[in-house]
C-alpha cells in the first residue's frame, strides 16, 4: 500500500512537498513514479525515481522546479515542488513499478494540490 501525504493549498510561487509512504512491502524495489490528474484531463507522469534513487526524470513541464528524493531506509519518497503554477494544481499520486517507464504495480490514492492566489 501507498500513502501520499503533504498537498494543500499554496499562492503562485510557493512550494509544497509532498510524500508516499509504503508499508506492506519494501519501497526500495520498486522505482517509485509521481502522476498528477487534472479534472477533465489525461493523467501525467511527472516524475520517476530509480529504485536506488541515482536517477530521477522529470516531464519538461516541471523540470528545474520538482525535485524527486527518496529514503529507502525509511521506506519513503517525496517530490519537493518549487515555483508552484496555477497549471499544477491536481491530484498527485505515487506509483511503485520494477523500473521507471513500466507499468506501475502499486498506486496511491493521491493528495490534492491547489495552486491559487
Known amino acids: 500500500q501507498l500513502v501520499e501525504s503533504g498537498g494543500g493549498l499554496v499562492q503562485p510561487g510557493g512550494s509544497l512537498r509532498v510524500s508516499c509512504a509504503a508499508s506492506g512491502f519494501t519501497l526500495g524495489n520498486y522505482a517509485i513514479g509521481w502522476f498528477r490528474q487534472a479534472p477533465g484531463t489525461e493523467r501525467e507522469e511527472v516524475s520517476c525515481i530509480s529504485n536506488s534513487g541515482s536517477s530521477t526524470n522529470y516531464a519538461d513541464s516541471v523540470k528545474g522546479r520538482f525535485t524527486g528524493s527518496r529514503d529507502n531506509a525509511k521506506n519513503t519518497v517525496a517530490l519537493q515542488m518549487n515555483n508552484l503554477k496555477p497549471e499544477d494544481t491536481a491530484v498527485y499520486y505515487c506509483?511503485?513499478?520494477?523500473?521507471?517507464?513500466?507499468?506501475?504495480?502499486?498506486w496511491g490514492r493521491g493528495t490534492q494540490v491547489s495552486v491559487s492566489s
Open positions: 506509483a511503485g513499478g520494477p523500473r521507471c517507464g513500466l507499468r506501475k504495480k502499486y
